[in-house]
């Protein structure tokens, strides 16, 4: 199996409903995400998928929260702006677009140098508990 990241910044606030402490007031971050996208087969260059393409796709659906507050676009909306639920929001935004033969693994959402969450379609180790 072959994988590529990509990464991309936007800037964007929220604020955390119900959340008791700091986040629950409005705040911005400079948000980190990278994608992980992977297939199993390589085109006649020797590409599972041009960079640049991936890049591009992630960096369009990054475009509709640039600059925005969180609460108001949807989504989060209905569901609470946290690094999980944007991890999960872009995962399935991004493997809708993505060429036929390539995949979507993981999308990581940093909203600060040392915290991130990640979201993915399997579970590593198996179920928990």
Known sequence: MYHLQVEEF????????GYRGKCENLHGHNWRVKAE???EKLDQLGMLADFGVV?????QTLERLDHRLLNETPPFDQINPTSENLAR????ALGA???ENVGIARVTVWESDKCAASY????PGGPIG
Not at 55 to 59: N, S, T, W
Not at 120 to 123: E, H, I, N
């Open 10 to 17: 936007f800037a964007a606030a929220h604020q955390l409903r």
């Open 37 to 39: 996208v992977y297939g």
């Open 55 to 59: 890049k591009d796709i992630l960096r």
């Open 89 to 92: 929001s872009l995962f399935e």
């Open 97 to 99: 677009k993505l060429p």
């Open 120 to 123: 993915s379609a399997g579970r």
